[in-house]
């Protein structure tokens, strides 16, 4: 079956570091895949996506790309700010729609110290 | 700016009382999903329906039903709530395939005492 394997954390930066949450996933065929943010007591907010091999999904100052090869999406961001602390996760709907659902990963949480 | 509104943020309920939980969106989606969000257990998909009338069952749906009569509307139904059903639940809807993401609510937070 399809699954998503990320790193859990806690991730402590401090702020203006590099971040990097690795992600990667196992699926037939080319899967959509996803990054979601939770703020705390919020819902999940979709960050950013790509739907083919190589596209680069960007917002935020947050860039993933979609790499075939090595089944990855790794989330990154060049600086980050106290206002990114939050639980990431990344998700994957199969090729061709996904009858039943995401596919999460189980979050990882993201603390960026002043 | 598209929504799915759920109709609580929190709820407390008592032992074998039978809880709705309800979900509304805005954007004419086909598909609308339930799942239940605990710590080092991620979110696990509870319903699901891609149509008016139509569900399926998820990852979990033991003691748990749900409802969708009209497309916007999707309820998740605790039958005779217990203690371990004390969660976060989360609703999200999406256009058919979900290829372009789900857009999700925010959240309701019920403890079952």
């Known amino acids: 079956g399809n699954s998503v394997t990320q790193m859990e954390g806690p991730v402590t930066l401090s702020e203006e570091a590099f971040l990097t949450i690795n992600c990667t996933y196992t699926a037939t065929g080319y899967p959509s895949l996803f990054w979601y943010v939770q703020y705390p007591g919020e819902g999940l907010q979709l960050l950013l996506k790509?739907?083919?091999?190589?596209d680069k999904g960007s917002n935020k100052g947050f860039e993933a790309t979609y790499r075939k090869e090595t089944t990855s999406f790794h989330l990154e961001k060049g600086s980050v700010q106290v206002s990114d602390s939050a639980v990431y996760f990344c998700?994957?709907?199969?090729?061709?729609?996904?009858?039943?659902?995401?596919?999460f990963g189980k979050g990882t949480h993201l603390i960026i110290q002043p | 700016d598209v929504k799915v509104t759920q109709s609580s943020r929190y709820l407390v309920k008592r032992t074998g009382e039978k809880v709705f939980l309800e979900c509304v969106q805005d954007m004419d989606h086909e598909n609308m999903f339930w799942y239940r969000q605990d710590p080092g257990l991620g979110l696990r998909l509870i319903y699901f329906?891609?149509?008016?009338?139509?569900?399926e069952k998820g990852d979990i749906p033991e003691g748990y039903s749900v409802s969708r009569e009209k497309k916007e509307r999707f309820s998740l139904i605790l039958e005779s709530a217990s203690t371990n059903q004390t969660s976060m639940y989360l609703c999200a809807s999406s256009l058919t395939g979900g290829a372009y993401g789900y857009t999700f609510g925010s959240g309701t937070r019920l403890t079952v005492v």
């Open positions: 998700a994957l709907i199969p090729s061709g729609g996904g009858a039943d659902g995401l596919t």
């Open positions: 790509a739907t083919k091999a190589d």
């Open positions: 329906s891609y149509d008016v009338k139509m569900k």
